[in-house]
């Protein structure tokens, strides 16, 4: 076997096509960060890895014979850290045991596959939306975040993950405050899609619908956390109607997805869909003021038609004009102080009748 030169592995690994990334908040950052941290215990040392959240994968300790090292090749940063551009995810299967993943060298120059270590983490100064409840404080919007793709899952854990996509494979990511990141593999590489809002929004509820079928009673057994749950998910899909504020598409496709969903869903959050609708499109709250078939909506008015709201907004007006008109006038016939005859004649009227 040949010597193993790292230095010289580390250059050709440099210049050749990078496929590991990390994806977060502000978009892809290429290479990922990997700690050299060999541990407390000397006679025990840990092999170089990155970390998930509090999970981790370790970079490959096999040596063969005639290619020699086969992890992946990693470029020092000083300190206990080393950066890796080129790696694919390869599972030990050890007799008797649970199989596990490392991180290898590609063997071809140009891989086929990415490597992407996914943050949902929000950027410093980024905060979650924040609106003002029936009670007066302010109450953060509960979207929901995660990760969906058709890839690989590798390991996720905390707020983070690893996911390997092969060619056609597509990765989802879904921030806390309603941003959406969707990225795609082909045969020239990785690619970001990019997202218009309405696309956003068609994202969240397609990732909804798939978390409805998945509260199951067979995976929830308790029904009081069964409904819990199915009331935590679609409160979020409420939510995003105080961030699709501006854009009446994504409201239309946000009303079309509750005015589809079961009777028996809506009424778990029924109350809030109308209140958040008042403030946010009047006409879709009257729409959705009817009583429903579900035991937990309480009976609701009538809903107006348009004309009718219109109606009623225009004597409002009508009235506050007359209202403020008379106002007007009475300012108007009242005397202005320090005119001549005012205050004295009344005291001397006064003195008078004394």
């Known amino acids: 076997m040949a010597k193993f030169d790292l230095a010289a592995m580390q250059k050709l690994d440099r210049n050749l096509t990078s496929n590991v990334f990390e994806a977060g908040y502000t978009g892809l950052t290429e290479g990922v960060v990997m700690s050299l941290d ?13 970390a998930i959240g ?8 096999f040596v063969d014979r005639e290619l020699g090292p086969m992890g992946c090749i990693y470029h020092p940063m000083g300190g206990q850290q080393a950066r890796v551009y080129r790696a694919v995810v390869h599972t030990v299967v050890p007799e008797g045991r649970k199989p596990f993943s490392v ?15 996914v943050s949902l983490e929000l950027p410093k100064g980024t905060r979650v939306k924040t609106v003002k409840g029936a009670d007066g404080a302010e109450h953060a919007l509960r979207i929901w ?17 690893l996911v390997e996509l092969s060619p056609g494979d597509e990765l989802t990511i879904l921030f806390e405050d ?34 409805l079928a998945a509260v199951t009673p067979q995976n929830w057994p308790n029904p009081e956390k069964r409904e819990a749950q199915l009331r935590f998910i679609l409160s979020g899909i409420v939510d995003l109607f105080h ?86 006038e009475r300012l108007e016939a009242q005397p202005k102080k320090g005119a001549s005859g005012g ?12």
């Open 243 to 328: 961030l699709a504020a501006k854009d009446e598409g994504v409201r239309k496709d946000l009303a079309q997805f509750f005015f589809n969903l079961d009777q028996s869903l809506l009424g778990l959050i029924h109350r809030k869909l109308v209140a958040v609708l008042h403030l946010r499109d009047p006409l879709l709250a009257h729409a959705f003021s009817t009583p429903t078939t579900s035991s937990n909506v309480a009976p609701m008015r009538p809903a107006k038609t348009a004309a009718e709201i219109a109606e009623a907004a225009r004597k409002r007006a009508v009235a506050d004009a007359r209202k403020q008109k008379l106002r007007t």
């Open 38 to 50: 060999r541990g407390p215990d000397p006679l025990r040392p840990r092999d170089p890895s990155i």
């Open 54 to 61: 509090l999970g981790f994968i370790a970079r490959d300790r």
């Open 178 to 211: 309603g941003l959406v990141r969707q990225y795609e593999q082909d045969k020239d590489g990785l690619l970001e899609v990019e997202l218009s809002p309405a696309d956003m929004a068609e994202l969240r509820i397609d990732d909804a619908r798939q978390r």
């Open 103 to 117: 991180l290898r060298a590609p063997a071809e120059a140009k891989p086929a596959t990415s490597l992407l270590k």
């Open 145 to 161: 975040s995660g990760v969906r793709t058709t890839g690989k899952l590798v390991i996720a854990y905390d707020g983070e993950a």
């Open 343 to 354: 205050g004295g004649g009344k005291q001397s009227q006064k003195k008078g009748k004394k």
